[in-house]
């Protein structure tokens, strides 16, 4: 299979391929970890570290279609989060996730191996959404299977004036059992929930993250959030620079039953932990100039 999107050779350890939905997508496949991107929103939907269970989570009822968004892994929220700062925005956070990015570099550095895939306005034409933002940009994206997961998504100003954006890399984890999960390194931060129901004002958060309904919260806060699974007798670290917020969803019963790409009885098993700019942290980005967000998920035994 071949592809006017991929632009340089690849390692062995590398594969190219049709994949679900008939959506091109990369294999990794290393003594070091397995994973997957597809080519549609630069889709990372796998990552496996070498000894340990699945990291990432994806929705068995997820749609593989051009122009639809790919329900689980991590997707990227750009150029808006959620509905936007302004009325009328649509999709849901932006279009870069419904875009096919161009890989332009693939590298395998002793297992371990990094992609590189890059965005720009000249590429989402008749894209939904893309009417709506009319401002240059080229999105470099960096993805690192190893050891660790390490995500880096570069904004570059390509016009002549200053604009604003919001992002997130909506990353959905694998857990065992939500009700059990704990969320750690949130403690004392200011947080928007936007669950159903919730108020306006922020709220400070008391003790680790738990679960118990939909939650749907943007922290404000730049350290490490630690995912701790009881069940799978694991941590999951997510590591930030560059990020404002720390989003954590689950969005339980009824809106797991409302969504048509998530199937009903999948909420126990997932949680996002997104690294993110948002509301009032978007970023102002100066003409020609770049702002780089990164994240590194890493996995350990609980102890």
Known sequence: ?????????????????????????????????TGEVYLHGAHVASWTPAGQDPVIWMSKASMFAPREPIRGGVPICWPWFGPGREPGLAPAHGFARLADFTLV??????????????LTDADIAGLPGADMWTKPFELTYTVTFGAELTLALSVRNTGSEEYSYEEALHTYLAVKDVTAVTVEGLDGARYLDKAPGAGKDLVTQEGPVTFSGETDRVYHSTGTATVVDPAMARTITAAKENSANTVVWNPWTAKAAAMPDYDDAEWPTMVCVEVANALENAVTLPAGESHTMTARYAVAPRV
């Open 1 to 33: 299979m071949t592809s006017s999107l991929i632009t340089v050779d690849l390692p062995d350890s590398v594969t190219f391929a049709e994949g679900a939905g008939g959506l091109p997508v990369l294999g990794v496949s290393t003594p070091v970890a």
């Open 105 to 118: 570099g693939a590298e395998d550095a002793d297992g371990v191996v990094t992609l590189t895939l890059r």
